[in-house]
Nanobody
């Protein structure tokens, strides 16, 4: 059974930082972070291929960094310069098939964690 368990969420003031972690029992070649703000659709934040290729949403480029420890099957998201617009539930996801390049759409990710809340106050 595939399990993805996020941790590291919390409350922080604008300008602060948080680091999310996702412990996975599945070693697929594409993983990513997605988020869903209240009243909004879930959106992609960042993805990473097993070989290290990364992609970011424009809204987080230069502020967030996705990384992965392949030996530990653990995914990370370092979030700096947080703003209230970053407030959301953050989900870790893993693609259920192999991809040469990680897709950005949610439909390609068949395994999901339960989510961790990130709240940024102004």
């Amino acid at each position: 059974q595939v399990q993805l368990v996020e941790s590291g969420g919390g409350s922080v003031q604008a300008g602060g930082s948080l680091r999310l972690s996702c412990a996975a029992t599945y070693a697929g070649n594409c993983m990513g972070w997605f988020r869903q703000a209240p009243g909004k659709a879930r959106e992609g934040v960042a993805t990473i291929h097993r070989i290290g290729t990364t992609n970011y949403a424009d809204s987080v480029k230069g502020r967030f960094t996705i990384s992965k420890d392949n030996a530990k099957n653990t995914l990370y998201l370092q979030m700096n310069s947080l703003t209230p617009e970053d407030t959301a539930i953050y989900y870790c996801a893993a693609a259920s098939r192999l991809w040469a390049e990680c897709p950005q759409g949610m439909s390609a990710y068949g395994y999901w964690g339960q989510g961790t809340q990130v709240t940024v106050s102004s």
